[in-house]
């Protein structure tokens, strides 16, 4: 008989609905110790609760989160606000002793944060941050790949993520769909929205980041804001990118925008190695690009991996070799992982301090783009 | 308030999990005046009914499908098994007035088929059969843009759906995982497997196939029976292909086998129109292939649709743009409109009449591959 | 010192530029015994002559071939006109002691190819057909892949050639850019014109068909004569497709069309083995797709093998690593071999038996498109 | 009747030989008022310029470069020596009154450039530096499409030249094949060697570079000396990546290293636009990926453009839609287009002066690098 897992969400919005689709399918895919039940959703705003409820089959809703966090019977605080949310409730919700999955990224900023995993290592709560692409089976078979040795040491390190939503100058800022152009709300722009995937994909794969130089631009100055009907400066980042060494001696460029036009949501990387290379694309997400030195010299060439068969990381899960699965599921792959994590006593990663390293690239970044000089990252 | 509709599932393997998840996701998703529920799962095998119900939280199994038809709270039967006994429970289901949703091909043969067509139609109860790729967003707008009159007149079609999967000698036949291996359960090979999906599509996409040369083979003669334990002759077709001329005028050629090395599940079609030409393939099934001619000539190019902008079919119901889903949403897109096809009373495609078209070209095909003969299509 | 090869090229069209090209390249990057040098360039109209001649270095001109044959300063007869003169001029050649190069396809037809190869034969002078994709590197490449028994037992072959240039209706036929389609001068469409290529090199890399059915269409049925100044029938086929079986057991399906719209010279193979499988384009003809499933599981995944690597076929002669080479290379391979057959006395492949293989198959196809039968192919 | 252009060429090594071809091929192709004659080869190893001067069929050779200067029969000095001997050579000739092709890049430094363009604009010679890449067809379209406006505003540029074939330790430097491993004679490394045509390229299609950031790395800190048998330290950068802010406010980053694992030559570009997007990638160089915002919202999508119509720069010079050419033709198209600037008197790009800019972006990476900081270009 499986153990009742009850959630408490709080956030109706995108990832409400990624979050909420992952704990309802989880167990029909996985055969794990633990089973979800989306007990309550919880939003300030009534009506959204309860049309959201209906929609997902919650069982009741709440519209103050701290009257969440008084509850016994709800067992995980899962955090779907925007950022300038995460820590408040956060640090509330281990104080009240439940597991907490909060959405990337970690905090608004690197103090934030700490404050977080403070709380969390203090109660010795459950806690898990929400990179949801490492869960990709295409991305955990890079990393599998890494650990096993095939590349060698590695030479460099490229990411971006690439967007073309916010061209319009038209486009207002904040409120409940646009919070992310924000700055109150979201901390920063493409920096923490994007290329936080990035940083955490990146120290994943290649480990730590030792220095950064950037650069930022925001390329429309002012937008009518959605909250106070005026037009305001934008205080986000447009676009971000930077240079960085890993400490592992590899070299290595990132940018990020959402002036790239023609792509919608392009999170790609690559890492080369002395043997090896590796490539990935989120438009494409279920393929994995894979080149080894050590082929053939006539035959010798980038393969590309349909990531879909019974021996890939997660696929044995689904259906057969060649049919694909999408971007909702790496969330079912990082709840899955959240529940084996609880059977085994190996907390799934990222934790809320895993997750502090890459908040702490994203403010050196943002430091070394105001400074024009090149910035150490300060991970303690 | 949503009107319930009950779901009586019967088969456990593959294809009862892809209709399963498609009942549990639909409603989270499509805003429809019915909403499935998971009421029955029917197997001839207790334990494996009792193990599938409790994985898709079903409320009650049961293991004579006969029982099921008798039950009052049963709407919806949908047939999952293999394919020789789809004739026989569709007609009894009709008998018993509920509504049909049948896996593919529709029958064993032709004349099977027009049985249930007589069927359903006699007792006027709402009737689809799963050829689930129509719903696939890309294909459904390869449909669109034909419809649109975008390509002009057709001149050429071609399709394949290769396979490897069945290469090893020492692969048995038979059984449940295998039943697609047996020409006792499954009438033929990769032609009611694979071709007939291509047909479907090819019909719905480009019209009637009048006439059709086949050839088809069996690489591996005998295998060893799962049911019987022996060595047996090998009776379906590894490989089919097929040339044909559509009754617009346009050629076609078609290819399926298990037998092509480096392809899990390959499915492609491409159609060449005086304007425009369309091509599309199930190993990245997001996208679609676009070449316009009327496209400015310094800059004419195929073009490849991302297939996940809010404007393109089914896909404001999911996430945002660049984010893909995969093979199950077809699914899930199938029970959607044929949840709003009981809704508004126009019935959702393909009905048993719809698909019996394609059971007709089924049956020209392996015809011809016998008499080694251009062989006309029978509709009638 | 090398010796001096004197060439005489009849043809100032398509044809004739690339074989200049050919002989005026080969002594830049392979070293070998022969230099071939321009001396003379046949067309029938004088003032093309002399013009080509002075663009490309031809020492003289002749307006009539047969005096071409009488000089003794010419070793080389290289046939680029029209299909129907290739017969008649191949065998007065071959019975002036010439060495004889001929475009393709070797004739119109099977007899008139036989009655070449007998003159070639009984003259015994080195003859060569200019199928001028086998030499293609990414094509060598295969057939020595091929060659090395890597592919194992193979079940499939596949193979296309598209264009989309005789859409428009206001095309006309015949005269000298469009002889190709007037079938006294071309014998055949796409047949003889894009097929024999396909069928040449699936010979080449396969070994011999046994048997074929096809379909031929015409879709414009009358096109203005460029000759007479009158509106004719084509006689042409405009398309053809075919079902094949190899002597090796393998199934095959060839398509070639002008309608196909977006294909500008889409030439494809795919050969899939038991062990691996290759694929081509000639698109992106530097590009060669292997699969191969002794891979290891977990990183098997076609691979895109750049062929400009120095171990790859002819690319030691060019330039470095990456930097590709296009469609006119391949004659200047084509060169370089027959050179060097010329040098080691084994003759460069095909020959004129070896293409006679090619028409045999031409000529099984276009009868069973007529008579909608299957036909055995008549190589003797 | 053409004029003869009499060329002496100095150097023997790869860029030798693309001169020498281009040389021999553009008077069959293009059809312009000079024909370039291959006078003299000059190399100080009488050996090699033998050798080079029967394959090339040169009339002549040189051993000291300086007689080449004096000689009245030479029009044209074209330089394809290491960079260390740009200005020297360049500098001497201009005051011989020669016209000059040199390769790229121009010279080791800035303050050389300088001395460079001073000398040809003070005695008014022809001059043209080989950054044969713009005019690879693809590249130009790029240009073309830019130059129609059909961008709009700019806000992104990135570009890479990635290769893999340093990465073994035992690799010497310097000597014949080697000199760009060896500072001496190459200035710098991947910056000088590759980035150079980066820039270049990156200049001509969005304008001035305002400033930079960079960092370089040398992997291989000691190789073996081709030159001295020592092992010495190696003074190239291995890599180098650098942030870029152009003058027209858009963003950039570039990237280049001999140690990217699978990438022979790889060179790409993408620019982003308001309106529309392009990129490009050496490996398929045929081909211009485009993506048009206006086009209609259901069929939007990257266009792979077969850059092979009449249509398209410089394509109706070579051979039929779908027929690609290679690496080696954009030298031709170089020649022809310095041909024309001949008779035309509108000098071809680009010139020693427009080259002097690229040289100031480098100077400023590798100071940038060396000193962490961001700098601001010098042209002046």
Redesign the interface.
Known sequence: MKKKLNIGLIGCG?MG??H??AY??V??FF?LDYKPVLKTICDRNEEKAKKFAD??DFESIETDWRKLLERDDIDVIDICTPNNLHAEMAIAAAEAGKMIICEKPLAMNTAEGKAMVDAVEKTNVANLVSYNYRRIPAVT?AK??IDQGKLGKI??Y?A?F????T?ATDLPQGGDGLWRLDAKEAGSGVTGDLLAHCIDTAIWLNGPIKEV???T?T?VKERQSVTSGKVEPVKIDD?C???A?FENGS?A?F?S?R????????YTFEI??????IAWD???????S????R?E??????????V??G??PYMDK????????????SFVHQVADFLEGLATGTPAAPTFRDALMTQAVCDAVLSSAKN???ETVQYE
Chains 1, 2, 3, 4 share one sequence.
């Open positions: 995108f609905r990624t909420s689709n309802r399918k167990s029909n055969d929609q997902w078979l599998n790949l030479y460099h490229r971006n690439l967007q073309d939503w061209i130089t950037a650069m631009e390329f676009a990118a930077f240079l060494r070299l460029i940018e925008t002036y790239a036009r023609g792509h919608k949501a392009l080369n190695g002395q043997n090896a290379s989120l438009h494409d997400l279920h393929r994995l894979w080149f080894d030195h082929d010299g006539q035959t010798r060439g980038w393969r590309s991996i349909h879909t068969d021996e890939h689904w259906w057969v070799p060649g049919l694909a699965i999408g971007y909702e599921h024009k000089t090149w």
